[in-house]
């Protein structure tokens, strides 16, 4: 079976190399059968691709354990579920997932593409194909998830298991999540570059992409919130961020691909910062190969790193530079068919306000970048290595959050070209009314942590300047309809999905930051109890009862019982623990207990225990609003569905009108 | 065009001389030096009062607790050269006898005392090949931890 695997990545290598070197000739001589038998190459990649996983998957199930990459990660006494998706539980397995999901999306977007943008498809397919040919040299050369033992040195056993830390619901969609959203960039990349290569650089491979890279956004961003629910439910430090190497990976494309889909309006309704969107494009794309890089080559050392793999780092290094240099080339070499159609009228316009959310998006990603890099880099310079730690991080980005938060709220209340100062009042008077009046109840109740003062204020400009739009268009709508408002909300939205949708992300984005901000009122202890002993966070009262050690045969479970009272009134008992898998004992994972609530979360760690006096040391901490940020993501999500719906689907021809006339301040739905 | 091209110049030579000092002061207030215990115990005193990282192994015995509180003592030995480091709070599950730590805090002539949730450790042994899981998992384990 291995030597099946091996087979078929050597056979998807050739047919890739095949599938770019017919295209791209295809195309050079106007020869249209070798371009076809080109896509009906990069079609054959993807049906090899699938087979393999299909092996390796099989390998896991049937428990073929003479495979190194099995043995490392399963064993026979796991759960079916969690034997399935061991098949992205390591490193080669990953790369192979990455190749099958990008044969998969390649072969979507072609399909769809293909007569649509007929010029492009050629150069798409080279595109994707060579970057595949990458990741299959990884894996035939270096990482090979189907190797076997070679020699007798090693007898296959039974497998030596996940990490128990993976088991773990969460940890089986996150990784395949943020998969879904890297390999996505790959696309708007690949037609990107085609639209270099073709020199059609007018908006049209702009619309192929724009869905795309939405699609892979939201996938990103739902992989980005699964990790930190997972980091906060299962690695039980009493938070969910603690911007680390692997999760600022994930990171620097989001704020990239989050430019992007704003420029990308200003391209569509003034046909400017061409060059920038294309510019975004590649360093999207790029981020994602380089944070892959950085995490995995082990450049970025800490105590968590992989382990050094020069070779790794080295074929890595050589991609990127070939990408760089060939993608950034082209768009110089392209520069006269970029330039801007028009100059930017006034700072007080909407497209100076997606700039300037442009350039701190940028701006973070840049940041982030360098600080995950510092230690690396100070090494290189100064031969000193030191490092930065979050707080580092956390002082940058919080007034970096601020500001986008507050350009969230004004992007959509200036015009474009240019706002006039009576626009402008019209305009800001409700948002900032709200916000004045947050904070002087805010200030009232004695809420008094700067940072999330302003957080919380912010956000009511915000949330002020989303209900501003909805209502003024529902007015209109509402009038020339004359339907009741939540009729012609409801309209309003279904009439233009990009707009609404848009407003209705923001509002899951204000969420998140409200549980961002709650961090500020943090509250932590941390105790050694012994029976009958108490201690007191905020208006919590634990107190500890006993230690129970339980076995369910994969593991056995220490358990701590104890009481909760709120302000002195019992509520009832809570049960944190810690696990010991077996062939894992010395790593436990922390099971912890969490009371949720939607003002704040009581979150109790067991982090050690006596059995001999029943003492155990508890972590505990009083996490506020925390449970909006999961909130907030779930809006997001149903927002960017809402703006991903095919425009004028459910328009009714008679309010078009209407809706075209209750845009107060035109954003871009183009 | 020229014009245009000076006012964006100035911007942004403002803005990156505005951003790189900042960067320069809060970098200079935020590092910490990474090192093993034997760099900076040969020669202690010049490290007084920074903020250090130190590397090295947990000699085995050395981890005291007083009685009923989380309060520890250890050594952390590295190349021959040993320091002794006061903690109090919780230590990670991986932290015991033998075991490769990172310990961040500030040394001084009675030695190192380090920070809340400053003790970093790794598994004397299968560390390897347990940390090897998928890109986006593994090192999820965030600094600030202490695990």
New interface residues.
């Given amino acids: 079976m291995s030597s099946l695997g091996t087979f078929l990545l050597l056979a998807s290598f050739v047919v890739s190399a095949y599938a770019a070197a017919a295209s791209i000739g295809g195309v050079r001589r106007r020869d249209w059968r070798l371009v076809d038998s080109g896509i009906g190459a990069f079609y054959l990649i993807a049906a090899l691709l699938t087979v393999a996983s299909g092996v390796i998957v099989h390998a896991f199930v049937s428990g073929n354990y003479a495979i190194r990459y099995v043995d490392?990660?399963s064993d026979t006494a796991m759960p079916m579920f969690y034997k399935l998706t061991s098949y992205?539980?390591?490193?080669d397995?990953?790369i192979l997932f990455w190749a099958f999901l990008l044969s998969v999306f390649g072969a979507v977007a072609v399909k769809v593409n293909r007569e649509i943008h007929r010029e492009l498809i050629p150069y798409v397919v080279a595109t994707i194909s060579v970057v595949q040919m990458f990741f299959l040299f990884l894996m035939v050369l270096h990482n090979n998830p189907f190797e076997t033992y070679l020699l007798a040195d090693k007898v296959p056993g039974d497998g030596?298991g996940?990490?128990p830390?993976?088991q773990n619901p969460y940890?089986v969609i996150?990784?395949p999540s943020?998969?879904i959203g890297f390999v996505g960039m790959t696309i708007p990349y690949a037609f990107g570059m085609a639209a270099l290569f073709t020199g059609y650089l007018d908006d049209s491979w702009l619309r192929a992409v724009r869905r795309w890279t939405m699609v892979s956004w939201l996938f990103l961003s739902f992989?980005l919130t699964l990790?930190m629910i997972?980091?906060y439910e299962e690695?039980?430090?009493g938070?969910y961020?603690?911007?680390?190497?692997?999760?600022n990976?994930?990171l620097l494309p989001w704020f990239t691909a989050t430019a992007f889909l704003h420029s990308v309006m200003v391209q569509e309704r003034r046909g400017m910062l061409r060059i920038w969107n294309i510019a975004l494009v590649i360093t999207t794309f790029f981020l994602t190969i380089f944070?892959?890089f950085m995490?995995?080559s082990g450049v970025v050392q800490?105590?968590?790193?992989?382990?050094e793999d020069r070779q790794l780092a080295m074929m890595f290094t050589g991609f990127m530079v070939l990408l760089l240099t060939v993608s950034f080339g082209m768009m110089i070499y392209r520069l006269p068919l970029l330039r801007s159609r028009h100059e930017l009228d006034s700072w007080a316009s909407k497209e100076a306000a997606f700039l300037a959310n442009n350039w701190i998006l940028l701006?973070s990603a840049l940041f982030v970048l360098f600080a995950t890099m510092?230690?690396t880099l100070?090494e290189s310079v100064m031969g000193?290595?030191?490092?930065?730690?979050?707080?580092?991080f956390n002082?940058?980005m919080l007034p970096i959050g601020l500001i986008l938060l507050f350009l969230t709220g004004v992007g959509p209340l200036l015009a474009w070209r240019k706002s006039t100062p009576s626009n402008m009042r019209y305009q800001f008077q409700f948002p900032l009314l709200l916000a004045v009046v947050t904070t002087g109840g805010l200030y009232a109740a004695g809420l008094r942590v700067w940072s999330s003062g302003l957080c919380f204020a912010l956000s009511a400009f915000v949330i002020g300047t989303i209900l501003q739009e909805f209502w003024r268009g529902a007015r209109v709508r509402q009038g020339s309809t004359g339907t009741d408002v939540l009729t012609s909300m409801i309209g309003l939205v279904s009439r233009s999905h990009r707009r609404y949708g848009g407003y209705i992300v923001h509002l899951g984005i204000v969420l998140m930051f409200l549980g961002f901000a709650g961090e500020g009122y943090k509250r932590e202890e941390?105790?050694?109890l012994?029976p009958g002993g108490s201690a007191t966070v905020r208006e919590f009262t634990v107190t500890h009862r006993s230690v129970k050690v339980t076995d369910d045969g994969q593991k056995q479970m220490v358990t701590a019982h104890v009481d909760i009272q709120r302000d002195g009134a019992s509520i009832g008992a809570m049960d944190p623990a810690?696990w010991f898998f077996r062939k894992?004992e010395?790593?436990?994972t922390t099971e912890v207990a969490i009371r949720r609530g939607a003002w704040e979360d009581l979150y109790i760690?067991l982090?050690?225990f006596e059995l001999q006096d029943q003492?155990a040391?508890l972590?505990i901490v009083v996490n506020p609003l925390v449970n909006w940020i999961w909130v907030g993501f779930g809006i997001l999500a149903l927002g960017t569905v809402i703006a991903l719906l095919p425009e004028r689907q459910f328009a009714f021809a008679g309010a078009r009108a209407a809706a075209d006339a209750a845009a107060g301040s035109e954003v871009g739905r183009a | 065009m020229s014009k245009k091209a000076t006012r964006i110049g100035l911007t942004s030579l403002v803005l990156a001389l505005a951003?790189g000092g900042l960067l320069w002061t809060?970098?200079s207030e935020?590092?910490?030096?990474?090192?093993h215990v034997d760099e900076v115990m040969t020669d202690p005193a010049p490290w007084y009062g920074k903020k250090l990282?130190l590397h090295g192994h947990v000699i085995d015995g050395s981890i005291l607790r007083k009685r009923?509180?989380?309060d520890y003592k250890f050594k952390v030995e590295n190349n021959g050269s040993v320091v002794e480091a006061r903690y109090t709070?919780?230590?990670p599950?991986?932290f015991k006898d033998g075991s490769e730590v990172?310990i961040?805090g500030k040394l001084g002539p009675e030695g190192f005392v380090v920070e809340p949730?400053g003790v970093?450790?790794?598994?004397p042994?299968?560390y390897?090949?347990?940390?090897?899981?998928?890109?986006?998992?593994?090192?999820?384990?965030?600094?600030?931890?202490?695990?």
């Fill in positions: 490392r990660y992205w539980g390591g490193l397995g990953s030596q996940l990490n830390l993976l940890m996150h990784p943020l998969y992989g990790g997972w980091a690695l039980g430090w938070g961020w603690g911007w680390d190497p692997v999760e990976a994930g944070g892959t995490t995995r800490s105590v968590h790193a992989f382990g701006f510092f230690p100070s000193e290595r030191l490092t930065v730690g979050p707080p580092f002082k940058w941390q105790v050694l012994r810690k894992r010395q790593e436990p760690v982090a050690a003492s040391t972590h | 951003f809060s970098l935020g590092t910490e030096y990474y090192k990282q009923d509180t989380l709070g919780i230590v599950d991986t990172v961040k949730n970093m450790a790794k598994c042994s299968k390897e090949a347990t940390n090897a899981p998928s890109a986006s998992t593994a090192a999820s384990v965030p600094a600030s931890s202490g695990r």
